[in-house]
C-alpha cells in the first residue's frame, strides 16, 4: 500500500467487514484496496493530505487537511458530497447517518450524511481532543 499513496500513509482503516482497506497519504493520494492489495482504485489526488478516514456503509468519509470532508460512494469511486468544515477533521467516527469529527479548539461537528444542512458545532473542551467515538447501538 506505501507505494500505491506516494509517500508516507497519513490514515487508513478497514471497512467494518474486512473486505476493504482505505489509506490516505500526505500527497492527498486516496485509495480503496483489497487487504493483500492485488485490486485498488486510486479515488483522488487533491494536493490536500488525508488526516482522517471512516467507512459509513456503502460510502468513504475523508477528512482532509484544509478543512473539508468528502463523502465517497466506494461501488463506483464518485465524489458525492464534499463539506466545508473550516477545520482541520483529524478524527471520524460514523454512526448510521451520523458523522462526528473533531476540529480544532476542542469543537465537535456533526453531521448528517444524508442531508444538505450545514455541521452542528458543538464546544465542550479546551483543548483538541485527541479520541473520538460513538457508544451504545
Known amino acids: 500500500m ?9 490514515s487508513a482503516t478497514y471497512s467494518g467487514d474486512g473486505r476493504l482497506v482505505a489509506v490516505g497519504g500526505e500527497s492527498g493520494s486516496l485509495v480503496l484496496s483489497t487487504p493483500t492489495g492485488a485490486e ?5 489526488e487533491s494536493g490536500r493530505a ?12 475523508a477528512g482532509r487537511d484544509g478543512g473539508t470532508v468528502q463523502l465517497w460512494n466506494i461501488n ?3 465524489l458525492e458530497r464534499e463539506l466545508a468544515t473550516g477545520t482541520p ?16 479548539g476542542g469543537t465537535i461537528l ?3 450524511l444524508d ?5 452542528e458545532i458543538v464546544k465542550w473542551h479546551q483543548q483538541d481532543l485527541l ?3 460513538w457508544a451504545g447501538a
Open 115 to 119: 442531508a444538505a444542512e450545514d455541521p
Open 40 to 44: 485498488s482504485r486510486t479515488l483522488t
Open 2 to 10: 506505501h507505494r500505491m499513496v506516494g509517500r508516507e500513509a497519513a
Open 76 to 78: 463506483d469511486g464518485r
Open 110 to 112: 456533526i453531521v448528517r
Open 89 to 104: 477533521s483529524s478524527r471520524l467516527a460514523v454512526a448510521g447517518d451520523l458523522l462526528a469529527m473533531t476540529g480544532t
Open 131 to 133: 479520541a473520538l467515538t
Open 50 to 61: 488525508v488526516a482522517a478516514l471512516a467507512f459509513a456503509g456503502q460510502r468513504l468519509v
